[in-house]
């Protein structure tokens, strides 16, 4: 059971636009800032948010983070194949002393 | 170009132990808290623990779940980081990686996953 809460899945056909909920609490999210990951099949993690809305180096502005409380939301604008992957939201946990991840959410381009 | 490449890991019965190895290369390691985060098959990511930089301390935290048998270390003058398994459970069975947190650029490097198997 995850501490954030991720839809499972979302899609969209090439170049519409896809949102990715996370929900989370005031002793995560409502506190600290959160990240957003990127794994493509048989990959590590790669890191496409940081601080709720900064791109890391390389990311295009296709990608974009927004936090309000205890929740935070990705979007993916002019969605490609190439974007296919499983999504997940990150924050450090303040009561558990740990960063959680959410749940994680697979995007399919139809 | 900034990298960590793990090692260590393979098949180990229940109950034996791990060290996993995490070498750096490509930017300041020393300046980073290292995170540990696990993925068995088909699931989420698992933060296990985090190793604050020296200027914190090199304070450590542990999930629940692994405290007390995991033990989290670092060495700065090797741009190593390590992460000691005891006690195992089949339960632990999944990829690790290594996780690298900067000031102002976020978790941005991580390592390539090592494949720890419990049975």
């Known amino acids: 059971q995850s501490v954030l809460t991720q839809p499972p899945s979302v899609s969209a056909a090439p170049g ?3 949102t990715i909920s996370c929900s989370g ?6 506190t600290y800032a959160v990240s957003w990951y990127q794994q493509l099949p048989g990959t590590a993690p790669k890191l496409l948010i940081y601080e709720n809305n900064k791109r890391s180096s390389g990311i295009p502005d296709r990608f974009s983070g927004s936090k309000s409380g205890t929740s935070a939301t990705l979007g993916i604008t002019g969605l490609q194949t190439g974007d296919e992957a499983d999504y997940y939201c990150g924050a450090w946990d303040t009561s558990l002393s740990a960063e959680v991840f959410g749940s994680g959410t697979k995007v399919t381009v139809l | 170009e900034m990298q960590l490449v793990e090692s260590g890991g393979g098949l180990v019965q229940p109950g034996g132990s791990l060290q996993l ?10 300046d980073s808290d290292i995170h540990w985060v696990r993925q068995a098959s088909g699931k989420g990511l698992e ?11 090199y304070a450590t935290t542990y999930v629940a779940s692994v405290k007390g048998r995991f033990t989290l270390s670092r060495d700065d003058s090797q741009n190593t980081a390590y992460l000691q398994m005891t006690s195992l459970k089949t339960e632990d069975t999944a990829v690790y990686y290594c996780a690298f947190y900067r000031a102002g650029y976020g978790m941005d490097v991580w390592g390539q996953g090592t494949t720890v198997t419990v049975s």
Do not use: D
Request: with cysteine; hydrophobic share 35%.
């Open chain 1, 16 to 18: 519409q636009k896809v």
């Open chain 1, 25 to 30: 609490s005031t002793s995560n999210i409502g």
């Open chain 2, 21 to 30: 190895s995490c070498a750096a290369s490509g930017f300041i390691f020393s």
């Open chain 2, 47 to 57: 933060s296990i623990g985090r190793m604050t930089r020296k200027v914190h301390g």
